[in-house]
């Protein structure tokens, strides 16, 4: 998985608010490959696993309820250098300092509600996206 392949998850507000196609059609613009995708939603037990890196910090609670809030699209994407390729599509955490034409500057509602979830490194891509997926589910 090194280096080719990253992990994504459309948030509950993008979802919440339609924009799935419209993300997925960016993403796929930008030149990347969907290898696994799964609609579903994260139970509070499995949202606080996932996120569980960020359990010491004060807005975890909120994180795991947002996270568990609505229905996700988990997504493995293919590319080369996919994480720094998807991160800079995705753009900065915070909308407000995102590039233009990024995902974040145009799906997303706030900080918090950000739109999407990136992997920042190849290891946590391979982590989170074998958190998500079976073997069985990617192609590729």
Not at 81 to 92: C, E, H, M, Y
Request: net charge negative; proline share 4%; aromatic share 10%.
């Amino acid at each position: 998985m090194s280096g080719n392949r990253t992990f994504t998850m459309i948030k509950p507000d993008a979802v919440g608010d339609g924009h799935i196609g419209a993300i997925l059609h960016r993403i796929n613009e930008n030149g990347f490959k969907i290898v696994a995708m799964k609609y579903t939603k994260l139970s509070a037990e499995k949202a606080g696993e996932f996120y569980a890196i960020h359990r010491e910090r004060p807005f975890f609670g909120e994180l795991v309820a947002f996270m568990s809030s609505g229905p996700i699209v988990a997504v493995i994407l293919e590319k080369e250098n996919a994480v720094q390729s998807f991160r800079t599509l995705i753009g900065a955490t915070n909308p407000a300092e995102a590039a233009p034409g990024t995902i974040r500057a145009d799906f997303a509602r706030n900080i918090g509600e950000n739109a999407v979830h990136g992997s920042d490194s190849d290891e946590n891509a391979q982590i989170e996206s074998s958190f998500h997926f079976s073997g069985t589910e990617i192609f590729g």
